[in-house]
T-cell receptor, first 113, second 113 residues
Framework: GENVGLHLPTLSVQEGDNSIINCAYS??????FIWYKQESGKGPQFIID?????DKRQGQRVTVLLNKTVKHLSLQIAATQPGDSAVYFC????????????FGKGTSLLVTP | DAGVIQSPRHEVTEMGQEVTLRCKPI?????LFWYRQTMMRGLELLIY????????DSGMPEDRFSAKMPNASFSTLKIQPSEPRDSAVYFC???????????FGPGTRLLVL
């Protein structure tokens, strides 16, 4: 039968602009969240993480915001560069399952010159 | 430092054949995770080990799949017999006990004809 692929949300931004990638998580008991970047043909690469006792955490050009009230996570990338083009995944730790993570479906970021 | 190492990077086999995927976690990490990534289902956790012991194998699709971790520096994921629907990219990830941050290998791209 026809193979219907997973339709990823796509965000297209111009080089130099700021990017915001959003993620809704499901488990109100989750206390750890993480963002990964996956370039074509490569494995997911850790970007930044945050614990539930924080609302914001900053890295180099990236900021993660956590809103526990509405179970929402966002990744902000400042001055987006062509090398930022990739699929971005958010993940939360699984309740009652040790250190396993639940991954979201991903958002494709395309940076245009 | 070497990251997670996976082999082979690519595997093409015929339906019914046995496939063995290999993973060497980052030295010192004591949790190891096997994931499968497809366009249809995204990134799925198959099984994970802590201190070489399987903790959660609820994601293993069926009895055709098996995973072992004979020591802290090596794990295998075996599919026997393989089927075309097993075609996917298989990732191994590892983490240090007490931390949820997982580091992924480059993946094995499996094609079952």
């Amino acid at each position: 039968g026809e193979n219907v692929g997973l339709h990823l949300p796509t965000l297209s931004v111009q080089e130099g602009d700021n990017s915001i990638i959003n993620c809704a998580y499901s488990n109100s008991a989750s206390d750890y969240f993480i963002w990964y970047k996956q370039e074509s043909g490569k494995g997911p690469q850790f970007i930044i993480d945050i614990r539930s006792n924080m609302d914001k955490r900053q890295g180099q050009r990236v900021t993660v915001l956590l809103n526990k009230t509405v179970k929402h996570l966002s990744l902000q990338i400042a001055a987006t560069q062509p090398g930022d083009s990739a699929v971005y995944f958010c993940a939360e730790n699984r309740a009652n399952s040790g250190y396993a993570l639940n991954f979201g479906k991903g958002t494709s970021l395309l940076v245009t010159p | 430092d070497a990251g997670v190492i996976q082999s082979p990077r690519h595997e093409v086999t015929e339906m019914g054949q046995e496939v063995t995927l290999r993973c060497k976690p980052i030295s010192g990490h004591n949790s190891l995770f096997w994931y499968r990534q497809t366009m249809m289902r995204g990134l799925e956790l198959l099984i994970y080990f802590n201190n070489n012991v399987p903790i959660d194998d609820s994601g293993m699709p069926e009895d055709r799949f098996s995973a072992k971790m004979p020591n802290a520096s090596f794990s295998t994921l075996k599919i026997q017999p393989s089927e075309p629907r097993d075609s996917a990219v298989y990732f191994c990830a590892s983490s240090w006990g007490g931390e949820e941050t997982q580091y992924f290998g480059p993946g094995t791209r499996l094609l079952v004809l």
